[in-house]
């Protein structure tokens, strides 16, 4: 075996720590439900119904944060997202109010499609870094709501839309759940087995190669922000149909969480790397901390700190250099 041969292989040991970053997400997992489990066993955090509350709180999170791993895989950022989950929770509750469900679905995902675009041709056709469009869009999106709502929750009265848009259960399974599988199986598939996929990783890899080997990188980009925005609309449903009312303070401050849980999960806020399964354990994660610290007792400040220690600490343990 020759010299550069040799030079070439990576040693054993940084193969090894290149493995365990690429499954500390999985074993962060487990270690803090090991620990919660112990920790509050008396307070019911294995209780069924508080595992099944944990879904429930996590499921929008979760749709959203899958369709995030493909605007950082592409080497974008989408901050409006949760003001769009927002702002559809108000459209989709107006459009029931005046014309049924079946129109206030249409409704809620044309609001998703129509900020989509909006940000897509920004970022694409005029150069608009996404961090800025995506920004201003937070503001539109939020005042937009606040607007048309006149800042009052805003009732749906439509128990199958309710049912179906995360109020219900199929036996003792939340729908919310069953959605959350759904993208997730979804965006998996899409993202590891299709050619569409492979598009967004090389135009978050390298712009320049992507393009030169005939990948139409700004039309990817404007595809993954019209998914972003697309999945903001049905969590904006989802939270709409769980508390049976539009609100503009929902999904508010939900960016953060959602680029949170797809770091977690390993993908790269600089492109080029994405795993949908781990997002989904990311955004299970922080539902699970959030959910412990509750129990703890901790003030709402303490949780904060606790919280993005946590994040902090994993992301820091996830991350591969570049």
């Known amino acids: ?24 997400i999985y074993l962060g997992f487990v270690a ?40 950082l895989a592409a080497g974008e950022i989408d901050l409006s997202i949760g003001a769009v989950a927002g702002l559809t929770t108000v459209t989709t509750a107006m459009a029931i109010d005046a014309a049924g469900p079946f129109v206030g679905v249409c409704a809620g995902l044309a ?61 003792p399974v939340p729908t919310l759940l069953v959605w959350m599988l759904l993208f997730g199986v979804a965006g998996h598939l899409v993202l590891r087995r299709t050619g569409f996929g492979r598009r967004v990783l090389a135009t978050g890899g390298n712009e320049t190669a992507a393009r030169y080997s005939g990948v139409d990188t700004r039309g990817i980009k404007m595809r993954v ?16 149909g769980r508390l049976q009312s539009g609100r503009f ?30 997002t989904i354990m990311g955004a299970l994660m922080i539902g699970m901390i959030n959910n412990g610290l509750i129990l703890m007792g901790l003030e709402f400040s303490q949780q904060l700190i606790a ?16």
């Not at 010299?3 to 970053?21: D, F, G």
């Not at 922000?225 to 709409?240: E, N, P, R, T, W």
């Not at 993908?267 to 949908?276: E, N, P, Y």
């Open 32 to 71: 803090i439900f090991v620990i919660f489990s112990f920790a509050l066993f008396d307070k019911g955090f294995l209780d069924p119904n508080n595992l099944l509350n944990i879904i429930r709180q996590t499921a929008m999170i979760a749709v959203m944060a899958v369709a995030m791993t493909f605007v």
């Open 225 to 240: 922000l019209i998914i972003s925005s697309m999945s903001a609309a049905v969590a904006g449903m989802l939270y709409a």
């Open 1 to 24: 075996m020759s010299t550069s041969t040799l030079a070439a292989r990576p040693s054993p040991i940084k193969a090894l720590a290149a493995t365990w970053r690429q499954y500390v």
């Open 111 to 171: 609001t998703g499609l129509a900020v989509g675009i909006f940000n897509g041709l920004l970022t694409t056709k005029i150069g608009i870094p996404s961090f800025l469009t995506t920004l201003a869009m937070l503001g539109i999106a939020k005042g937009v709501a606040m607007w048309v709502s006149g800042t009052a929750a805003i009732p749906i009265l439509a128990p199958t839309y309710s049912y179906i848009f995360g109020g219900g259960n199929i036996g």
């Open 249 to 278: 303070q929902l999904g508010e401050g939900d960016e953060l969480s959602v680029i949170a849980a797809a770091v977690l999960g390993g993908t790269s806020l600089f492109g080029g790397a994405g795993t949908v399964v781990g």
């Open 307 to 322: 919280r993005g220690a946590i994040i902090i600490l994993a992301v820091a343990l996830s991350q591969q250099k570049r």
